[in-house]
């Protein structure tokens, strides 16, 4: 159930015609009171004899009994109560219950309170009420509404236990604003899937991913194809922006603009400039990163797949308002992630990255410049262009796409600690999204590592038993039983080549980081192993002159002791086989 406390207004009549009007697409049907202050308030909708006129008359007395002087400007209270989409169709009666406990908790009608604001509730359509209130009571006093949008918003969780209604998360005011009914209506009518403020909403955070002046953030909107419009002082010091879909137009045939900040707060220009201003600072810090790298899909991926490694335990362990601001880049990471994504795996990446965006903002004000890393890995997959969803780019988007679940879970547990319910279900939502989308691309990759794995001698495979084993004796018999155990001994012998110490590889990858949340620890610990051993995504394999980052301190494979002393190249003790 979702209560909405409008703009306080000054015309009572005014508003009665709308609720009790056919709608601005004459989507109202059957306006009618389901309650008011008295029971014998007159109802326009269904009795003949009551007029709109009448109702406001009565409902503006107690306003119109106090001096002129005295009369509040904006004494006109809008409250309105929508239900969930799957919640069941509600009779009149219960929606007249719910108005009388909603003016009770609100203010407006405290309960065995005679003297309370008069009001009056209209139902137009199935799944909500409107209810209207005049903010000077029966004693010429005003009414106590400090905090009525959060009073209606506990009120509401209360009456979804009690009418067994699907169970939502009150809001802190950091969401974005909800299209209105006319908006909605009219993407309908002009054969939209989304409304123009959530379609302007995508554009714009698409457009300031990884972007890093005004000059480029302008260039990416007009390079979106939106129309701008720039508020400038006298000075010629920009205050603003506003954009607007070449195709949505008002009545009079112009286009609709919308400011930044009420597609979303964090898209205003002042709160876009942080991220800017930040990065600024950093620019030339010892450890910043440089100029952008030779970039491709691949690479782009693989450096955001560090990124995120690093950023989940920044938002672990990590203080508020510097993990607040990797929350915030990560929502920049899966929007960019969303925009390079190749066929098999967009839709699933644009609907995380949608899902997350209620995630990245919250009231914990984040400190810009520690994200920078995060920010620059939006701004290599950006640059680095489309991926072709096949080969090493393929295969380094399921390594990514792997690290960004850890992320956006470890982002979910966050909000969830600090008691941002919205937030933390979003983010599950955002981890699931990314969850379906690994499947996909994963297939391919871990196909030909299980191959591989599969074409291992039985010694080798004896040896990494062993190894595994010894060095995760907790979840070993698990990896084991998975299908991907033989992609991970494909990946163990290709470090094992490379130089590297598998038992130190995986105890890292174990250590560093949760599992529990992963569908299969092998393939996990793939990724994981790839990425530190530095291996080809797409399991290409390692040239045979390969050498080891410090070949000083690497030993020959065959000499390399493991955690129980035996050495690589002796036969595994008989109990493993």
């Known amino acids: ?35 008011a202050w008295d029971s014998f308030a007159p109802d326009p909708g269904r009795d003949p004899q009551a007029t709109k006129r009448h109702l406001q008359q009565l409902l503006d007395q107690p306003v119109q009994a106090l001096a002129e002087s005295r009369r509040p400007a904006k004494h006109v209270w809008h409250l309105s109560v929508r239900a969930a989409p799957d919640d069941p169709v509600l009779s009149d009666e219960q929606w007249g219950e719910i108005a009388r406990r909603m003016v009770a908790a609100t203010g407006i009608a405290p309960a065995a309170d005679e003297a309370g604001c008069r009001w009056a509730a209209v139902r137009h359509a199935d799944d909500h009420i409107h209810i209207i209130a005049t903010l000077v009571r029966e004693d010429g ?104 879909l070449p195709d949505d137009r008002n009545k009079n045939g112009e286009p609709v603009f919308y400011p930044g ?9 002042p709160r876009i400039r942080e991220r800017w201003s930040a990065d600024s600072d950093k620019a030339g810090s010892p450890d910043s990163p440089g100029s952008a790298s030779p970039n491709s899909p691949s690479a782009a991926r693989r450096r955001t ?22 929350v915030a880049a990560t929502g920049e990471v899966l929007d960019a992630l969303a925009k390079t994504s190749a066929a098999h795996t967009r839709s699933e990446l644009r609907d995380a990255a949608t899902a997350f965006e209620r995630a990245s903002r919250s009231h914990i004000r984040a400190v810009r410049g520690h994200d920078r890393a995060l920010r620059q890995a939006a701004r290599d997959l950006v640059h680095g262009g489309p991926a072709l969803g096949r080969g090493e780019d393929g295969a380094s988007t399921a390594m990514v796409i792997d690290m960004l679940f850890f992320l956006v879970t470890a982002a979910a547990h966050w909000h969830a600690r600090k008691g941002h319910a919205q ?25 030909v590592l299980y191959q591989r794995g599969r074409r291992l001698s039985q010694p ?33 012998a290709e470090a094992d080549a490379a130089g590297h110490d598998p038992a130190a590889l995986l105890s890292d990858a174990v250590e560093s980081r949760e599992l529990g949340t992963a569908d299969s620890v092998s393939d996990v610990l793939v990724w994981r192993l790839r990425r530190r051993a530095d291996l080809p995504a797409d399991a290409t394999g390692i040239p045979k002159n390969r050498t080891a980052k410090n070949p000083a301190k690497v030993r020959p494979a065959t000499a390399r002791a493991t955690t129980s002393g035996r050495r690589f190249g002796e036969e595994a003790p008989r109990h493993t086989r």
Do not use: C
């Not at 409008?6 to 389901?34: A, I, Q």
């Not at 597609?263 to 220009?269: E, F, H, K, N, V």
């Not at 797949?305 to 990797?326: H, K, L, N, P, S």
């Open 261 to 269: 900040a009420r597609l979303a707060p964090d898209l205003s220009l």
């Open 460 to 492: 080798v495979l004896q040896r990494q038993t062993a190894l595994l084993r010894e060095t995760l004796p907790s979840l070993a018999e698990q990896i084991l039983a998975e299908p991907g155990w033989y992609a991970l001994a494909a990946t163990i």
């Open 141 to 244: 006093r005003r009414p106590r509404l400090n905090n009525d949008a959060k009073r209606s918003q506990a009120e509401a969780r209360l009456i979804e236990a009690e009418y067994g209604l699907k169970q939502l998360s009150t809001g802190d005011g950091t969401a974005a604003q909800r299209p209105t009914s006319a908006e909605r209506h009219k993407a309908q009518r002009q054969g939209r899937e989304r409304t123009a403020r959530e379609e302007l909403r995508e554009s714009v955070r698409r457009a300031v991913t990884g972007a890093r002046s005004e000059e480029e953030f302008f260039d990416r909107l007009a390079a979106a194809g939106l129309l701008i419009r720039k508020r400038e002082a006298p000075s010629g010091h920009l205050l603003g922006y506003k954009v607007a």
């Open 1 to 35: 159930m979702i209560p909405r406390v409008h703009k306080r207004g000054s015309n009572t009549f005014g508003l009665l015609n709308y609720l009790y009007g056919k709608g601005t697409h004459e989507e109202h049907v059957d306006p009618h009171l389901v309650a």
């Open 423 to 447: 937030q933390a279900e979003a983010a599950s939502r955002a981890a699931e999204h990314l969850r379906n989308a690994y499947r996909p691309a994963a297939a391919q990759p871990l196909g």
């Open 305 to 326: 797949a560090t990124a995120a490694w690093v950023a989940i335990g920044v938002v672990e362990d990590g203080d508020d308002a510097v993990a607040a601001a990797y």
